[in-house]
């Protein structure tokens, strides 16, 4: 592919060969967010543009707010790797996915610029209108490979995307202490706690033992939703905020 017309009016396009056709004619029904983890922005889009690299995304937004298409949102762009959500295996096929410019947690984590987090909602909103997108699909990446990413963290604004119509969230539960669950917990209430997290959509085996994928899971959960601590524990706040998130499902 050496070119196409971007399906935002007015957005620049890098045309990247690391796309296809989606899998068993699946429609995109998911936003996946993510950040860059690269030092520099035009390293991680010539990156992603690189037939060596062997993935992409759809878009890329930088950190002035200047936005990027590299694959037509009609196509399968290879940004989620391996990952579950909802009983979806092949999330590239599901998703359109936005690169944040980010150099991320290996490379001191820096806040995401106001002017980079007003493009990412201007996106964002015209990608989940077009493709009809229900908010609790809009997604970090940690949030489908638990444990294998981390992005875009616990410095993301869900918060702010929220008030813009974007997502699916609730204020998070001060943290405060009581009974909680850890590695190596098990019986039923940790089962029941696996039971919860798999129903809103993250890929966990309920198996009533708290083991490293729970933990992992955990960890994804409170780094989009409880973002004031993230530590693997299931603590009070981490539970009552899963289950009000649960509650407000339609």
């Known amino acids: 592919m050496t070119s196409f017309s971007p ?11 690391n796309s296809g056709e989606r899998r068993d ?14 030092e520099t922005g035009q390293s991680a889009q010539d990156w992603l543009c690189s037939p060596e690299s062997e993935v992409s995304c759809h878009y890329i937004v930088h950190e002035d707010g200047r936005t990027v298409q590299m694959v037509p ?26 690169e944040i410019v980010n150099p991320g947690h290996a490379f001191g984590y820096p806040d995401f610029p106001d002017r980079q987090i007003e493009e990412v909602i201007t996106l964002s909103r015209s990608i989940i209108e077009r493709n009809a997108i229900a908010p609790e699909r809009v997604l970090a990446h940690s949030d489908t490979s638990p444990g ?13 995307l929220y008030e813009a119509g974007i997502g699916h969230f609730v204020d998070p539960a001060t943290i405060r202490s009581g009974r909680f669950f850890s590695l190596g917990d098990t019986g039923q209430p940790v089962e029941a706690l696996q039971s919860m997290y798999a129903l809103y959509g993250y890929g966990v085996d309920i198996t009533g033992t708290f083991d490293e994928r729970t ?25 009552d905020t899963l289950h009000r998130l649960i509650a407000g499902l339609d």
């Open 7 to 17: 399906d935002v009016p007015g957005c620049e396009v890098a045309a990247s060969p």
């Open 25 to 38: 004619n699946k429609k995109p029904d998911m936003l996946l967010l993510h950040y860059t983890g690269m």
């Open 73 to 98: 949102e009609g196509l399968r762009a290879w940004h989620a790797g391996a990952g579950f959500w909802a009983g979806e295996t092949d999330i590239n096929s599901h998703s359109i996915g936005i």
């Open 148 to 160: 294998r990413k981390c992005d875009p963290g616990e410095k993301f604004p869900w918060r702010r």
């Open 215 to 239: 933990k992992a899971v955990v960890e994804a959960f409170q780094r989009h939703f409880r973002p004031q601590r993230v530590d693997g524990v299931a603590d009070v706040s981490t539970i």
